[in-house]
């Protein structure tokens, strides 16, 4: 997930495209416009909540670190896990210069690609419409006869 302030704008843009199943990585960014930016006592943070539980909050820069001046895009990347079907808000927040931006965006987590059209989703993954032989053998899912077929040896 991409998460970029327009430095010129003054707004965030939200680019969930990326999102996976059990989690992402979300990148701070900043659209400069190819300028160097100043700050001025800058500090940004982003809350992810999930279901509507309890915020995750993240705050840069960390203690005893200033950010002066940048000519990069990116300023962080926070890993974050989740799992498919959760709900989750971000809402971010920059400060620079005594002034505060917000925004503010939501997305269900996708859940990973449906194995075979006969699985069905058991609210934490994909399951079999059959359970798969607990004998210690090897098997394969076989979709046009709905059933676990045992692997050669």
Sequence with gaps: MRITYD???????????????????IEARLDRHGETIHFDGLEFGLTITR??????THTFPPP????RSTDQDLLTVVPVRWRPDEVITVEVRITTSGQTMTGRHGLTVPRPPRPY????WDSTRWAAPVPEPDDGGLYQWDEAGKKWSALPD
């Design 117 to 120: 059209p006969s699985w069905v």
């Design 64 to 67: 005893g670190v200033t950010y």
């Design 7 to 25: 430095t010129a704008t003054g707004d965030f843009a939200f680019e969930d495209g990326t999102i996976r199943p059990f989690g992402a990585s």
């Design 51 to 56: 279901d509507g539980g309890d915020p995750e």
